[in-house]
């Protein structure tokens, strides 16, 4: 078999052991088992456990990554673009459970570097939707008070809100990709319009 298969069929048994039993429990005979081969093999291939648990974060990351990239269409209006990528990425932590609980609640809980290769692919994520926010900022020829640090708190926000709404849509029965998306557009976009709109949310007198 060639190497890059092999690697490949051994990330596979990584994600899913580490996903299932967390990163500390996880152990290289209980990788090696499921992937069909030796302990010095996947030694041999990826060095040591935090190394491949690093390789299973990136490989895990990037295709998180290119498929939301490749979900969206740019030349359609922004709020169908940002739905168009919400879709893909639900769809994608829906097809991937154990790539998402790899990314959200493995490596983020275990401190640096696997925190760390996390927040680069989170990063790359935000600054496509802040992109996407401000396209539709221009595009609604916005409140010119929407500063960019505010475009860029409204793009973190959306996508905590997209990473919790994974988890709780991986573990409700019935709960698809589309609906995920149709919840999250629901409760934002309704929100960023009035906001391009110059009407802002302040407290009552009194409040």
């Not at 299973?56 to 740019?74: D, K, N, Q, W, Y």
């Not at 493995?106 to 496509?128: D, K, L, N, S």
């Amino acid at each position: 078999m060639p190497r890059a298969v092999r690697e490949q069929q051994m990330l596979d048994a990584a994600v899913e052991t580490f996903a299932r039993r967390g990163y500390r429990a996880a152990s290289m005979d209980q990788i090696a088992e499921l992937a069909g081969v030796s302990k010095p093999l996947v030694y041999l291939y990826l060095n040591s456990k935090d190394e491949l648990f690093t390789a299973c974060i990136r490989r895990e990351a990037g295709s998180l990554v290119t498929a939301v990239r490749a979900g969206v269409r740019p030349e359609l209006p922004a709020d169908r673009q940002l739905w168009d990528g919400l879709t893909a990425f639900f769809t994608h932590t829906a097809e991937h459970p154990d790539g998402w609980a790899v990314l959200h609640n493995q490596a983020r809980t275990h401190g640096e570097p696997f925190a760390a290769e996390v927040e680069t692919m989170r990063e790359e994520i935000v600054t496509f939707v802040n992109h996407l926010i401000g396209n539709a900022a221009r595009e609604a020829r916005c409140d010119p008070h929407l500063a960019d640090r505010e475009v860029a708190g409204l793009a973190h926000a959306l996508i905590g809100a997209a990473e919790s709404l994974a988890d709780w849509a991986n573990t409700t029965p019935g709960v698809s990709a589309k609906e995920a998306a149709s919840t999250l557009m629901n409760f934002s976009w309704a929100g960023l319009e009035n906001l391009m709109k110059g009407e802002r949310w302040s407290p009552s007198a009194g409040r």
